[in-house]
Nanobody, 119 residues
């Protein structure tokens, strides 16, 4: 059974930092691109950051220079370090695992963790 469990969300003042974690189980972690998405109230879900097992990263323009995605392949966990938080970062943050192996399709989501940034 595949599980993605996010943690680390909470309430933070603007300018502060949070680190989100997404612990996975039931997948061969190295075969998956790990991505953080977020969805604010009334808005569509958007990509925040992604990282392949080879270390290739991609960031939304709105978070470049403030957020950093990392992964620990030994712990099957992906992290999102969020610095210089802004009120517009308020959203539910979701972890996604997407297989890069055509013969092993898979696209999995966590339950989400709320991040609220106060001004």
């Amino acid at each position: 059974q595949v599980q993605l469990v996010e943690s680390g969300g909470g309430l933070m003042q603007a300018g502060g930092s949070l680190r989100l974690s997404c612990a996975t189980s039931g997948i061969t972690f190295s075969r998956y691109v790990m991505t953080w998405y977020r969805q604010a109230p009334g808005k569509q879900r958007e990509l925040v950051a992604s990282r392949t097992s080879a270390g290739i990263t991609n960031y939304a323009d709105s978070v470049k220079g403030r957020f950093a995605i990392s992964r620990d392949n030994a712990k099957n966990t992906v992290y999102l370090q969020m610095n210089s938080l802004k009120p517009e970062d308020t959203a539910v943050y979701y972890c996604n695992a997407h297989s890069v192996v055509a013969s092993i399709p898979g696209d999995y989501w966590g339950q989400g963790t709320q991040v609220t940034v106060s001004s």
